[in-house]
């Protein structure tokens, strides 16, 4: 008889025991995960960008007037970030475009900005450094280069500021995950990734595998129709392009007759533990671009 009452009890007990070991399992997985990719850009994003509240992408931004560095994978580079007080990666310049100058705005994700790379080693910063050596000191370079963006987010940025800095010419980066749906962001989430690493895989298996091959291509044309809307010249240069929307964005920069620049392969190293670009990678772009942004240079009137 006392068996018969204790049995219930001592399952009970066995149950809580169960759950509390599974509980604490996940909150130290989660604390290892955390840990583990507090590197990345997913844990850094957090600290580099704003929710902007809007309805349609992007829905974040980079901070202004931000000062704060990047720790790449293997902990063994560190690089520093300046976002200056117009939302833009690098050093200020002046919105009102002065007589004579030629602007240049590149457009792009995480490999523009330069993960992993102080401000001045970023292949915009370094495309400008050549303008100055070739004696041509009127062209600036804006990095408008954020983390995480996909092609929606790159559409909606050029139509909200890009254009209205009234630009020269637009380089386009895209990489092979540009056909990611935009993330809604909020200002609590963005609080979460600093602490949980389930927050942190959730983050980066939606930025990165979250897709839609049509509303890449359908964002890409509009980007292009933008451009020439503006009377905007157009480079693309693509570290990658997702696979299935290849053949259908090669096409159409060829019959636009707009210029394909490919910044990926050997020719291009990467940071030993991060799939970003080292100083000698960003400069190898910059001099693989400024003959073609030369040329469109001289082209425009």
Not at 93 to 104: F, L, S
Not at 232 to 248: D, F, Q, W
């Amino acid at each position: 008889m006392v068996r018969w009452v204790n049995q219930p009890l001592d399952r009970s007990k066995r149950i809580r025991r169960i759950v509390l070991r599974a509980v604490l399992v996940l909150v130290l997985l989660d604390q290892l995960l955390c840990w583990t990719l507090a590197t990345r850009p997913a844990g850094a994003i957090g600290r580099f960008i704003r929710v902007t509240g809007r309805e349609t992408p992007p829905y974040y931004e980079l901070k202004p007037q931000l000062e704060e560095h990047y720790e790449s994978w293997g902990k063994g580079n560190v690089s520093s970030v300046r976002v200056n007080p117009l939302g833009f990666r690098g050093k200020e310049h002046e919105v009102n475009k002065g007589v004579g100058v030629k602007r240049v705005v590149i457009a792009g994700d995480s490999i523009a900005f330069g993960i992993g790379v102080d401000d001045g080693q970023s292949f915009p910063a370094k495309l400008e450094d050549l303008a100055r050596e070739t004696g041509q000191s009127n062209v600036e370079v804006w990095n408008a280069g954020v983390p995480g963006y996909a092609m929606l987010d790159l559409l909606g940025d050029l139509e909200r500021r890009l254009l209205g800095l009234k630009p020269d010419l637009v380089i386009l980066q895209l990489s092979r995950n540009d056909s990611a749906v935009p993330m809604p962001l909020s200002d609590f989430f963005l609080k979460l990734i600093r602490f949980s690493g389930w927050a942190r895989v959730w983050m980066i298996y939606r930025f990165n595998f979250v897709e839609d091959e049509a509303a890449f291509i359908n964002a890409f044309e509009r980007y292009v129709e933008a451009c020439e809307k503006a009377g905007v010249k157009l480079i693309v240069a693509y570290e990658g392009i997702p696979n299935a929307s290849r053949t259908k964005v090669l096409e159409t920069l060829k019959n636009k007759g707009i210029t394909a620049v490919e910044i990926g392969g050997d020719a291009y190293p990467k940071l030993p533990d991060d799939p970003h670009y080292n100083v000698e990678g960003n400069k190898n772009v910059a001099v693989r671009l400024w003959g073609e942004v030369e040329r469109e240079l001289t082209l425009t009137k």
